[in-house]
């Protein structure tokens, strides 16, 4: 079976670090990889997406960049990090041809 | 993709059906309609999807109208456990597209 993971689980960083949240997939190939957001009370927002190695997709210009090395690896980095940065960031899979998303279990990032 | 509106907030009691509508109007005719909910600190878990008929699994209902501007998530016995944030998506069922998540509707489930 399919299963992604994320790490790390929680993370606190100072303003103007750097960040790198990894996500794998295991149990499928060639899968679609997406990074999302979700500020406190607010919704989900669709970062990056990915249909290949080396192959991203950027929904919103802003301090992350997102890389993809290996088939089932997605990384999201910054160099600097803002306040705003603050927030749960979700890495989901689907299955090409397929509707169903999978969802990791996120990481909780605070910026302070 | 097709927007979706859902109302803010729901209540439910216990052990009876909660029935959340959502309205797409502008879908297009292969645009499938898409459940999925979050329950707090967790990723979003896939609920079931639907084209044109009504779909059942083994958590849900999914009733689309005919003119499939409208649909229900139907949860027939609502526990403690649905307590949730449940989003309505439409989209392509094509490779590459993502999910888009509106605001939701916060069912609230109580004993």
């Known amino acids: 079976s399919q299963t992604i993971h994320q790490w790390p689980a929680t993370l606190v960083q100072p303003v103007g670090s750097p960040l790198s949240l990894e996500c794998t997939v295991e149990g499928t190939s060639n899968p679609n990889l997406y990074w999302y957001r979700q500020a406190a009370g607010r919704g989900l927002q669709l970062l990056f997406y990915?249909?290949?190695?080396?192959?991203i997709s950027s929904e919103v210009p802003q301090n992350l960049s997102a890389s993809r090395p290996q088939d089932r690896q997605f990384i999201l980095s910054s160099k600097k990090l803002l306040l705003s940065d603050s927030g749960f960031y979700l890495c989901?899979?689907?299955?090409?041809?397929?509707?169903?998303?999978?969802f990791g279990p996120g990481t909780r990032l605070t910026v302070l | 993709d097709a927007k979706t509106t859902q109302p803010p907030s729901m209540d439910c009691a216990e052990g009876r059906a909660a029935n959340l509508p959502c309205n797409h109007s502008t879908i297009s005719g292969n645009e499938y309609v898409y459940w999925y909910r979050q329950i707090h600190s967790q990723g979003p878990q896939y609920i079931i999807h639907g084209l044109k008929n009504n779909e059942t699994n083994e958590m849900a209902s999914l009733i689309i109208t005919e003119d499939r501007k409208s649909s229900t998530l139907i949860l027939p016995h609502a526990t403690l456990r649905d307590t949730a944030v449940y989003y309505c998506i439409v989209r392509l069922n094509q490779a590459g597209t993502a999910l888009i998540f509106g605001k939701g509707t916060t069912l609230s489930v109580s004993s």
């Open positions: 990915s249909v290949g190695i080396g192959q």
């Open positions: 989901a899979w689907r299955g090409t041809g397929w509707g169903e998303q999978f």
